[in-house]
């Protein structure tokens, strides 16, 4: 066992993280904890134990699913009080995000019980990463609602979000979703991570126009991680490098902040990229040039 295990009291409640596609990234605690807990919670017993079969894992299961995630919270934490340790998984990525959870880890920090994470794959940062968009901040949004009307009101609220948006979408639903975002956020740079670690996995990179036009000849299956620029991004993208190098930092400050309206903040951060500097550097730099 690992330190911080062993000085854990035997009632408490693991979550684990479960490969989003390619089993081999399981991380080798997950496995051990997973060997040694007395009960595994998890959302679909069928997709659990295949898990469990590849790695020669054999525990008790115990569905814990969004219909019944009330009462048999409860029930858990009645098992953990009692000394056992309980595993929650999901059917994959980490428990909790964008999966029911959320109740039991609130009813067992009430009872004062151990909640210990146990990190691992991710289809929110996988994305990310290789997604090309600005990465040091991202709002992550879930799923958004099926029903056009709501979608679109969500869409709505999000307008002004200065963040990288990062969301979850169904198949069946990603070419509405995309046609409500480029009527609500504009025609955006975006991607779409598509079967992440899987044996088909894919990105698509372009505008919101290009992806409709792209899913619309061939529409998309399997899970799906959607991307998209904040709106400084795309204003960043109509900017010319070569424009921005003759004139100073500061200079390059108050021309974007006068001409999008955003304040000095956001300008530096812009008038950074076009540079290839860190936010930091184009801040050492502009007290450098207002000294002088």
């Known amino acids: 066992m690992s330190s911080s295990d062993a000085e854990t009291p035997r009632g408490c409640l693991y979550l684990?993280?479960?490969p989003i596609?390619?089993?081999?990234?399981?991380?080798?605690?997950?496995?051990?904890?997973?060997?040694?807990v007395d009960l595994i919670a998890c959302e679909d017993t069928r997709q659990?134990?295949?898990l469990l079969a590849h790695f020669e894992i054999r525990k008790p299961l115990e569905s814990y699913h969004e219909h019944n995630e009330m009462t048999r919270s409860a029930e858990l934490v009645l098992r953990?009080?009692?000394g056992a340790r309980v595993a929650l998984v999901s059917d994959a990525g980490t428990p909790v995000i964008s999966d029911p959870g959320h109740h039991l880890v609130s009813l067992?920090?009430?009872?004062?019980?151990?909640?210990?994470?146990?990190?691992?794959?991710s289809a929110i940062v996988a994305a990310l990463a290789a997604s090309g968009m600005p990465s040091e901040e991202f709002t992550f949004v879930g799923f958004l609602p099926a029903r056009p009307a709501e979608r679109r009101r969500r869409l709505q609220e999000l307008s002004s979000e200065p963040r990288t948006l990062v969301l979850y979408e169904a198949p069946h639903r990603l070419l509405?979703?995309?046609a409500d975002i480029r009527e609500t956020l504009g025609n955006r740079r975006a991607a779409v991570a598509r079967e992440l670690t899987k044996v088909h996995e894919e990105f698509l990179h372009g505008h919101i126009e290009d992806l409709i036009g792209a899913f619309d000849?061939?529409?998309?299956?399997?899970?799906?991680?959607?991307?998209?620029?904040?709106?400084?991004?795309?204003?960043a993208d109509?900017?010319?490098t070569a424009a921005a190098s003759t004139t100073s930092l500061a200079e390059r400050i108050a021309e974007l902040a006068g001409a999008q309206s955003i304040d000095r903040k956001a300008a530096l951060k812009i008038a950074a990229k076009e540079r290839g500097m860190t936010k930091r550097e184009a801040y050492k730099r502009l007290l450098s040039e207002e000294n002088s």
Do not use: F, M, Q, W
């Open 16 to 18: 684990v993280a479960t």
């Open 21 to 36: 596609g390619n089993l081999e990234d399981i991380s080798l605690r997950a496995l051990r904890v997973l060997k040694e």
């Open 48 to 50: 659990t134990l295949k």
């Open 80 to 82: 953990i009080e009692e």
């Open 108 to 121: 067992c920090l009430r009872h004062h019980l151990p909640v210990i994470p146990i990190p691992g794959p």
């Open 176 to 178: 509405a979703a995309l």
């Open 217 to 235: 000849s061939k529409p998309p299956r399997g899970e799906i991680t959607l991307l998209i620029a904040p709106p400084e991004a795309a204003a």
């Open 238 to 240: 109509r900017v010319s």
